[in-house]
């Protein structure tokens, strides 16, 4: 399953998210944005929402560290919805495993900016 990562160069915890879903066996295709803000917009990201990295995932937006297991149920699930996000940059979240956990919850959102908690 190919994730289209769309990121700023110098972030590290987008590497290790792309690594932490390479590792769970999705195949990453990473493109570096100049203006990651613009990435987010062109794919309506809400801005409530938004973290340091965007992933494009058969059709689904995916925003921020949101776990591989909720990409997986996603995907298998189909629901009709724009994408997942985890909002900020938890600690404990993939990616983000070097601070100290915190509980987080992944967020499903729709073109018309409905959400509700996901996982």
Do not use: N
Request: charged share 15%.
């Amino acid at each position: 399953m190919l994730v289209a990562l769309h990121a700023s160069s110098a972030c590290q915890c987008c590497h290790l998210w792309a690594r932490r879903m390479e590792e769970a066996g999705f195949r990453i295709e990473t493109t570096f944005a100049q203006d990651i803000g613009a990435v987010k917009r062109e794919f309506g990201v809400p801005t409530a929402l938004q973290s340091c990295h965007t992933a494009l995932v058969e059709g689904y937006v995916v925003e921020g560290h949101v776990p591989a297991s909720a990409l997986v149920r996603l995907l298998t699930e189909r629901p009709s919805v724009k994408g997942l996000a985890v909002p900020g940059m938890p600690g404990g979240s993939p990616g983000m495993e070097s601070a100290p956990a915190e509980p987080f919850d992944v967020i499903a959102f729709t073109t018309e900016g409905a959400t509700h908690v996901f996982a």
